[in-house]
C-alpha cells in the first residue's frame, strides 16, 4: 500500500473521468431493461398497496383533505417492507406510525392501515 495521499484534485479528476457522458450512457444502456422491469414491478406494487390503502381510508370515513397524509404514511410502510422484514420491520413500522401520530394522525386509522393493508403485527410491548 503506498503512502502517498491523493491531493482533492486528483480525487476529483479521477470521479470526472469516470463520469463523463458516454461511460454513464454505456452502462446505462446495459443496464435498461433490467432497471425497467425493476421499476414497473415495484410501481406495480406501490399502486396495488396504494389502492388498497385508500379502501382501508374510505372504510374508516377518513376525509379526502386527510387523505394525503395517509397515504405518505401508507407509503413509507410500503417502502420499510420493502427492507425489512420479521422483528426489524416490525420495529421500524412502530418508529414510522409514531412519527406520524407525533404529526397528528389518528392512532387507530394508522393502525388500520398497518393491519389491515400490509398486515404487520403491533411491536411486542417492553
Known amino acids: 500500500m503506498s503512502s502517498r495521499q491523493i491531493s482533492a484534485a486528483e480525487r476529483v479528476a479521477k470521479w470526472d473521468r469516470r463520469y463523463t457522458g458516454d461511460h454513464v450512457k ?5 443496464e435498461k431493461s433490467i432497471m425497467l ?3 414497473t414491478a415495484s410501481t406495480e406494487d406501490l399502486v396495488f398497496y396504494e389502492t388498497l390503502t ?7 370515513g377518513v376525509s379526502v383533505a386527510e387523505a394525503a397524509d395517509y397515504l405518505a404514511f401508507s407509503r413509507q410502510v410500503w417502502a420499510k417492507r420493502r427492507r425489512y422484514s420479521g422483528d426489524m420491520l416490525v420495529n421500524e413500522v412502530g418508529n414510522v406510525l409514531a412519527l406520524w401520530v407525533a404529526r397528528g394522525l389518528t392512532l387507530s386509522v394508522l393502525e388500520a392501515i398497518r393491519n ?3 398486515a404487520i403485527p403491533a411491536p411486542a410491548g417492553p
Open 26 to 30: 454505456a452502462i446505462i444502456d446495459a
Open 37 to 39: 422491469t425493476n421499476n
Open 54 to 60: 385508500k379502501q382501508c381510508l374510505n372504510a374508516q
Open 116 to 118: 389491515e393493508v400490509y
